[in-house]
DNA sequence: TTCAGTATCGAGAAGCATTCGCATTAATAT
DNA sequence: ATATTAATGCGAATGCTTCTCGATACTGAA
């Protein structure tokens, strides 16, 4: 509760900062991803704010999360279906690991990754500037004696 | 010319296998998309085929291009704007670079990324299926002297 | 507190890439 | 040749996202 609150803070600070403005709804829609531990896409956050207020619009989701995203309190991913899916945002960077079979969204690091990709457009001429990065995989059974395969 | 006779033929050969039919259409998407050297997305196929046939129709192209998709005869591909671009499938696996500014995307393949993700998916315990890897970048200025930065 | 100015909102229309439905056409096997 | 039916063309439909516009509600100043 105590951090959410303090992102809201944060970020009311740079809106107005910016010459913007802190309205119940981005409120509502900050503390929705700030208590998320997925990443829902506009719907979805839409379904979860809507419940905590019934007047609530798509329209307003989609340009919150616009806001937001100028602002880096969050990012936006696109994943294999294209549909755009929302995170607040870390400090560090990480990439996903996508579980085909249940869709479940598991994020990870590699300073060694990271290294190898600026290594490699850099051999091509090319300066790094960001890039995307999305594993998917199938869980692995536990090995275990007598499974087979 | 030869290499894309090649690929219509053998391209005709999967799809009698599979019931389907080889058709005026398929053959010039196909030969259009054999002799790209670039990632045309279904706009701009349809576009270079529509001048050798003005009777094609665009729900066509999206048609054959899952047809194609499915036979393994090419690769689709679909990078931050979200649009399906297309290219004819090549043996080696690859990823891409795309640069900023001009939109060029390069293609590059590393031993070494692809072993280092494997690894990272088995630590999470998971089997690595398949992987999407983009790298924007900008062009770098060769190194002379004077340069400053 | 009240007020003016304007950023933001809700609701629906509009955009865009892609897919569907269906009557018509054409590729294939006999 | 001819029947079978996959494939086509065209327009309508879909789904995500953005835009339009009159109404609403933040915000700073009085």
Chains 1, 2 share one sequence.
Do not use: C, N, W
């Not at 829902?40 to 307003?60: E, N, Q, Y």
């Not at 996508?98 to 869709?103: E, K, L, Y």
């Amino acid at each position: 509760m105590t951090e959410t609150d303090r992102r809201v803070a944060v970020f009311e600070t740079q809106l107005k900062g910016a010459g913007l403005r802190m309205t119940q709804q981005r409120r509502l829609i900050l503390r929705v991803l700030a208590e998320a531990d997925d990443h829902p896409d506009a719907k979805g956050i839409f379904t979860r704010a809507f419940a905590h207020d019934p007047t609530l619009s798509l329209s307003t989701v989609y340009r919150t999360m616009k806001v937001l995203e100028s602002q880096g309190a969050i990012e936006r991913h696109a994943f294999e279906d294209g549909i755009s899916r929302y995170e607040h945002a870390h400090q560090e960077h990480h990439d996903h690991l996508i579980d085909i079979d249940s869709g479940e969204v598991i994020e990870f690091s590699s300073d060694a990754i990271e290294e190898l990709q600026r290594r490699i457009a850099a051999e091509l001429g090319y300066e790094l500037v960001r890039h995307r990065l999305e594993l998917y995989g199938r869980k692995k059974q536990p090995a275990r004696k007598g499974s087979r395969k």
